[in-house]
């Protein structure tokens, strides 16, 4: 995918202020700044700057670099940007079934074609971390997600939490909270207010 990619007008607000905040200051704002101009969380700047990744716009100089987010040029292309073929599927990072880690894209292409679901968007994670392992997914396994913003109770998900962190849990939306509940009676679950749902476990991939 190339930065001509279509953009929401909310995309298209955040990459300018990003292109005036760094002509005036020199350096990338953090991402509680943009929330903060935004008048928004950064739950939802965060689902925004993964798009503008995902499209090619945006990419993270480092991980851990709270100040790491970098334009790019509409002539440059990367790994990140560029369409999987139809055999195959981007692994775009890895994510925690044990406590929430930075979500960092690390792209790389796994050729999945017998068994890809027709008609879906799908990626796969690297899971790292025990959490999930009374449903059988192990510490490096692949986890194939369905790319989806909502969930039903009981589905397995990927959550962004408010610290940014990403993890993998069993989603239950409990009255006025969420529960992520792992898949190990050894851990206790996760209560948040809000989370922002990037994908829903379709598939697991086993290297052994």
């Known amino acids: 995918m190339s930065p001509t990619a279509p953009l929401t007008r909310r995309q298209r607000d955040i990459l300018q202020f990003l292109k005036t905040y760094v002509d005036e200051h020199e350096l ?9 101009h935004f008048q928004v969380n950064k739950v939802t700047i ?19 670099i709270s100040r790491g987010l970098q334009l790019v040029e509409e ?3 990367s790994v990140a940007t560029r369409p999987a073929t139809p055999s195959t599927v981007a692994i775009v990072g890895d994510i925690a079934a044990g406590a929430p880690i930075e979500a960092i894209e690390a792209p790389e292409e796994l050729d999945l074609l017998d ?8 990626y796969a994670l690297r899971v790292r971390g025990d959490s999930m392992i009374e449903d059988a ?9 369905e790319r ?30 969420i529960r992520l509940q ?3 009676s050894a851990m206790q679950p996760i209560y948040v207010d809000q ?5 829903v476990l379709i598939g697991v991939v086993r290297q052994f």
């Not at 989806?148 to 909270?177: P, Q, S």
């Open 28 to 36: 990338s704002p953090t991402l509680e700044e943009i929330a903060q």
């Open 46 to 64: 965060f689902g925004h700057v993964a798009e503008l990744e995902r499209k090619g716009f945006l990419t993270r100089a480092a991980r851990g």
């Open 75 to 77: 002539q440059e292309t």
């Open 115 to 122: 068994l890809l679901p027709k008609d879906r968007d799908v």
């Open 137 to 145: 997914i192990r510490d490096g396994d692949l986890v194939l997600i």
């Open 148 to 177: 989806r913003e909502t969930a039903r109770n009981g589905e397995t998900v990927v959550a962004i939490l408010e610290d940014e962190g990403a993890t993998l849990k069993r989603y239950y939306r409990e009255g006025g909270r």
């Open 182 to 184: 792992p898949a190990n």
């Open 195 to 199: 989370v922002a749902i990037r994908g």
